[in-house]
């Protein structure tokens, strides 16, 4: 699969519905043989490719809040009923 190809893959945007042009958010795809790819709206040229394997692992340690110390997380960005 070459660049060009990344282009007609269906590419999810990780976005709220009232998201702003111009603001970078993140974008995945599923490419051949299960791979998962992923890039920034505003930088769609620079892609990392991984395995579904390993993103699935990255998925479980987010809802587990292995990576909560990555995030600049504010009490107003609390969910209420905490």
Same mark, same amino acid.
């Given at each position: ?19 702003? &042009? ?6 995945? +795809?599923?490419?051949? #043989? ?5 890039? *920034?709206?505003?930088? @769609?040229?620079?892609?990392v ?6 993103? &699935?692992?990255f998925?479980?340690?987010?809802? +587990?809040?292995?990576? #909560?110390d990555?995030?600049?997380?504010? *009490?107003?960005?609390? @969910?209420?009923?905490?």
């Amino acid at each position: 699969m070459t660049r060009r190809d990344w282009q007609e893959l269906d590419w999810q945007r990780a976005a709220p519905d009232d998201s702003e &042009e111009g603001h970078a958010y993140l974008e995945v +795809a599923v490419g051949p #043989d299960d791979q998962i790819l992923m890039r *920034e709206s505003n930088d @769609p040229e620079t892609v990392v490719v991984t395995t579904r394997t390993k993103w &699935e692992a990255f998925i479980k340690g987010v809802k +587990a809040g292995e990576f #909560d110390d990555f995030a600049d997380l504010a *009490e107003a960005d609390e @969910p209420t009923g905490k």
